[in-house]
T-cell receptor, first 117, second 109 residues
């Protein structure tokens, strides 16, 4: 597609519910990132995929967070047993570069705003 | 540790010039990015510096000093639509982006 598409744009969950957030990156983009952004803060790294391989998941805050990209395109971020502190905007970004030289310019989706009540 | 510092908020007048500073400390360095983020929207790429000096792109310019761990974004001929948050991010030796908290720029008529 023309840009990075994320769904849902808004999600309200009751504490303890599971949620799944979807990211459709730009076609052909090798790298895919998930970030968490709190209000008034910069993006905080969650996890990184190169094609279908999850190369870095060091930013996932707990084992309740799980991400996958099984065919190297669409990715899903799943949060189990949501807690109030999980409320944030979840941003997905993709880029052409694997780990080659040159600027690794990220194209972001508009984000999924999660509110946990 | 790795750290990015930038001012929380700045105010400027329409038509004026504003400079947003960013200092960084990272494990290795592979470049410095500036992104613009309007409220409720996705961050969008503005500029990338990897060598020392000034990169000019229309009304926006970005400067880098690697020895000082310092960058700035210069916005000229400010327009109301430039009201947004400006995010500074440094790429470390693992090609991981370390993000600042963003500078909220308020433009007044």
């Amino acid at each position: 597609g023309a840009g990075v598409s994320q769904s849902p744009r808004y999600k309200v969950a009751k504490r303890g519910q599971d949620v799944a957030l979807r990211c459709d990156p730009i076609s052909g983009h090798v790298s895919l990132f998930w970030y968490q952004q709190a209000l008034g803060q910069g993006p905080e790294f969650l996890t990184y995929f190169q094609n279908e391989a999850q190369l870095d998941k060091s930013g996932l805050p707990s084992d309740r967070f799980f991400a996958e990209r099984p065919e190297g395109s669409v990715s899903t971020l799943k949060i189990q047993r949501t807690q109030q502190e999980d409320s944030a905007v979840y941003l997905c970004a993709s880029s052409l570069r694997g780990q080659a030289t040159g600027a690794n310019v990220l194209t972001f989706g508009a984000g999924s705003r999660l509110t946990v009540l | 540790g790795q750290n990015i510092d930038q001012p929380t908020e700045m105010t400027a007048t329409e038509g004026a010039i504003v400079q947003i500073n960013c200092t960084y400390q990272t494990s290795g360095f592979n470049g410095l990015f500036w992104y613009q983020q309007h409220a409720g929207e996705a961050p969008t790429f503005l500029s990338y510096n990897v060598l020392d000096g000034l990169e000019e792109k229309g009304r926006f310019s970005s400067f880098l000093s690697r020895s000082k761990g310092y960058s700035y974004l210069l916005l000229k001929e400010l327009q109301m639509k430039d009201s947004a948050s400006y995010l500074c991010a440094a790429e470390d030796s693992n090609y991981q982006l370390i993000w600042g908290a963003g500078t909220k720029l308020i433009i007044k008529p």
